[in-house]
């Protein structure tokens, strides 16, 4: 089975660290960006199956992301991050195809566990 993709796009790298170490461990390839720039490049050259996704990076935003995430590739799942509760800016991630959303700090056993649902069809402990 192929090994499945994911794509940590945060400015915070400390968050990219625990997150690619979190995921590389439930044997996913992972891939890291610090701005939109970098994350559509990957996107392009990569493809990942799936995206967690800052909501709040310089820049470029998590929406303006996600819209051109969407549109080199309408079959990537994304799951949005955010320090902040805005919930229409959540609201319209979900509109642009965002699957969930996580607040920071969040429990990252549930991160893993949303991400292997998308990912594996299951929960997987």
Do not use: C, W
């Not at 493809?47 to 080199?72: A, R």
């Amino acid at each position: 089975m192929e090994e499945k993709k994911v794509l940590i796009v945060d400015d915070q790298n400390g968050i990219r660290i625990l997150l690619m170490e979190v995921f590389s461990s439930e044997g996913y390839k992972t891939f890291q960006a610090a701005n939109g720039k970098m994350a559509l490049e990957i996107v392009r050259s990569d493809s990942p199956d799936l995206v967690l996704l800052d909501m709040k990076i310089p820049g470029m935003d998590g929406l303006e992301i996600l819209k051109h995430i969407k549109e080199v590739n309408p079959a990537i799942k994304v799951i949005m991050m955010t320090a902040y509760g805005e919930l229409d800016m959540i609201k319209e991630a979900t509109e642009l195809g965002a699957l969930r959303h996580f607040t920071k700090p969040f429990d990252i056993d549930e991160m893993r566990t949303a991400v292997n649902t998308e990912l594996k069809g299951g929960a997987v402990l």
